[in-house]
């Protein structure tokens, strides 16, 4: 390929300078962030500078991973000169919009021009510019036309090997399906699901004593960004409500409960859906009002769930729920008097359906209609007296109160996956915008040649290489101490989402007309993309109330 010059590309030493001015700057905005809210007993009162202050330690982390991973890419002479151009160009690509945030919140952090400029001098930003110039875009550009997009990014033998055979699945299960099961609002197929198990996905970091293949969270992530790289809805999400539940289970479950649901979610034979939104409650989930009380049916001890539940995905096919009710009637002891049921119930394949128990407790659904991120449906749920035993609140006795906690717990993990699901989103978006532009011609030329084409390729590779860095970082973490790595993942996810949503809008511009069209997958990529920043945590709350609170609190 011949390199396009007119501006010399920062060298991976200078990259190096600029996260360490990233960091400087970022310290001394934290350190005033936390006097001005208290150490974050006033977030509410400073919503946006906290939100700016979550941002940008994202875009620092991130930033310092994409380097951290380039160096041992060259220590494991894996590195090219491909790779450090675009890890540079995601540098920068993450320097940009960190330094317009913080230069925004200057005045609320009490730091004037003089003060910004030694924190983060003039030298910094000009490497930045740099990093993000025409001339090292557009190179990455037209690598990326070569390519088709492609993901080649070097990993260890056994990780390669995980991607390489979901990849293959992907390519021959997944993506021959994935227009019809979006343009039909079909449910994901029983053979899907069905090769998935027979492969072990769902058992990924289930401990092996409980049936699980026990890979870890890379191995995961891997996993959840290829299926997504193929159809986020057909393959892509069918892992992370296992996964919540499993995770639930691994952190407070009794060891009958381990024994028993933790080989069926490993096995597959058993599909989950969650349960916790509510029609009136979203974010604020200490608030959910769907009550269960103690009850006997037919001799049986147990628990009587009333009440309604909103966006539960996947509940018709699902074969039980991971559902929060409140345990205690004081609704003042908010979050304390929520637990975590596990509520059985009959699989459905159809947009609604309606049990009833033999004791005449009543379990209803109805998918919503959404104009994206189809295939598993995402129901308003109705229950009415439904008995679920005594033995499936998680944790039993212990588990009384504890329900949001351990739910939260499931949710760091299905933040982790949410991260992995967008970048592989924004992967199959960049794939499929490559193959169209390096086909399509306007004004006697394929439009892959002209400089806008390159540049705006280029920048949706160096995005995803950022946040693939963070996300992978934080899968390690993961491993090694769930409870430390929950900010990060929740990090990956904010970043991530975002960068799937930027990526897929701007393919589907490059599409020109037929982006708008069905007949092209960029659509369907565009629409998906939509719904990230939203589930596993809606975009505010991650900024506010878990990275916010977590670097503010210090």
Known sequence: MTEISATAQPTLDEAKQLVAAMTTLLEEAVGRAREITERGKTIDDNQVLTSRISYASTETIAAHQVLVDFDE??????????????????????????????????????????????????????????????????????????????????????????????????????????????????????????????????????????????????????????????????????????????????????????????????????????????????????????????????????????????????????????????????????????????????????????????????????????????GMHSYTVMLENYFVPIENIVGGEEGLGRGFYLQMAGFAAGRLQTAGRACGVGQGALEETAKYVVDRSQFNQPISEFQLTQFNLGRMAAKIAGARAITYAAARAYDVDPRGASTLASQAKLLACDVAVDVTREGQVLHGGWGYAEEYPISRYTVDATVLPIFEGVKPILELKVIGRAILAG
């Open 73 to 374: 890419l060259a220590a494991a002479g894996k590195a090219t000169p491909e790779y450090e151009r675009l890890a540079v160009a995601a540098v920068g690509e993450l320097a940009n919009p960190f330094y317009a945030r913080l230069g925004a919140a200057a005045v609320d952090l009490g730091l004037d021009d003089a003060a910004l400029d030694a924190l983060y001098p003039v030298s910094a930003r000009a490497i930045a510019r740099r990093a993000s110039s025409q001339s090292v875009m557009r190179n990455i550009g037209r690598t990326v036309c070569e390519t088709k997009g492609s993901n080649d990014l070097p990993i260890d033998e056994l990780h390669e090997q995980v991607r390489g055979q979901v990849r293959e699945f992907a390519a021959n299960e997944v993506m021959p399906r994935a227009e019809h099961i979006h343009r039909t609002d079909d449910l994901v197929p029983e053979e899907l699901i069905d090769g998935m198990a027979e492969l072990g996905f769902f058992g990924l970091s289930i401990p092996e004593e409980y049936g699980g293949i026990e890979m870890g969270n890379l191995a995961m992530i891997l996993t959840t960004e290829e299926l997504s790289r193929a159809s986020l809805a057909g393959a892509g999400s069918l892992i992370t409500r296992p996964e919540i539940l499993a995770k639930a289970l691994l952190g407070g479950g009794t060891a009958e409960q381990k024994s028993h649901w933790l080989p069926q979610l490993a096995s597959g034979e058993t599909m989950v859906g969650i349960s916790v939104t509510e029609p009136d409650y979203g974010s604020d989930v200490a608030s959910i009002k769907c009550r269960a009380d103690k009850g006997t049916v037919d001799g049986v001890e147990g628990w009587l769930i009333n009440g309604a539940k909103a966006w539960c995905t996947f509940a018709g096919r699902a074969n039980v729920l991971a559902l929060l009710a409140r345990t205690d009637p004081d609704i003042s002891k908010g979050q304390k008097g929520l637990s975590l049921f596990i509520v059985p119930k009959e699989s459905s394949r159809d947009h609604e359906f309606d049990f009833v128990q033999p004791g005449g407790g009543r379990l209803s659904g109805k998918a919503d209609a959404t104009p994206g991120y189809r």
